[in-house]
């Protein structure tokens, strides 16, 4: 049989939105590896906890840097433990929090597992994005009929994406409010914005006037969802 790598999407947080074949998988695993970044806590561990999962959990280090080589180097480093631990026989999962295929630490190590360990199958199990999770949690339908959606990070192209797409849901505010803020002034669609933290958390809380949130620190775990109301 052969070895197989499990991604699995741990969800936004709360223990309900963790997906049966999730559940499963983390109660039949013997290792867990879990990426941990140290610019933020890992919900991804805490979503664990709470699970009781009888699995060794190690940590995976994500710290990125600022050259892409020594990225490229950490990743291949942690796609050959993996691909080494399947391959010595236990049963391996790499989790991450929402889903592995969306803006996760999975996609930088599953090309180079890909690539370079094709003996070793990797089964990619979804979960629930924070980006439909946030839409539920503020009761803002996010797209309809012949709309158009974007998701960036809010170190990226925000400005362009307001001016362009009905609908555009902005990650990891929290690294550059102020931008965000002035771009959503200048394309005239600050009333269009919600600003979402800690979905699916005991601490979840949902702002709509975004304008308060100016000179606040916030949260890593926050979202904009900016769509035509
Ligand atoms: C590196 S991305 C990971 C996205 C994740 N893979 C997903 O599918 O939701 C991290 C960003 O996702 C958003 N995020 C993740 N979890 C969240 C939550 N529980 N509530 C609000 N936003 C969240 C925040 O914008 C955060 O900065």
Do not use: C
Request: negative net charge; glycine residues 6%; charged residues 25%.
């Amino acid at each position: 049989m052969r070895s197989t790598i499990y991604a699995i999407g741990l969800g936004p947080g709360d223990p309900e939105l963790l997906t049966v074949k999730a559940r499963r998988l983390l109660r039949e695993v013997q290792v867990i590896f879990v990426p941990n970044r140290d610019d933020h806590e890992s919900l991804a561990r805490k979503i664990l906890a709470d699970l009781g999962s009888g699995a060794e959990v190690r940590d995976m280090p994500f710290r990125m840097s600022k050259s892409r080589e020594e990225n490229l180097e950490r990743w291949r480093q942690h796609a050959q433990t993996l691909a080494e631990t399947a391959r010595g026989g236990q049963t391996v999962a790499f989790v991450t929090e929402g889903d592995p295929m969306l803006y996760s630490t999975f996609v930088h190590v599953y090309p180079l597992l890909a690539q370079s360990y094709p003996d070793v199958e990797v089964e990619i199990v979804p979960g629930v994005s924070s980006v439909t999770a946030g839409a539920a949690a503020a009761h803002v339908p996010l797209v309809e009929g012949n709309d158009r959606a974007a998701i960036v990070p809010a170190t990226g192209e925000v400005l362009h994406a307001l001016a362009t797409f009905d609908t555009i849901v902005i990650l990891k505010v929290s690294m550059a409010l102020e931008a965000v803020l002035k771009a959503l002034n200048t394309t005239g669609r600050t009333d269009d914005a919600i600003y979402v933290e800690r979905v699916g958390w005991p601490q979840q809380r949902i702002v709509h006037d975004v304008t308060t949130l100016r000179k606040q620190t916030l949260d890593y775990f926050g979202q904009m969802i900016v769509t035509r109301r």
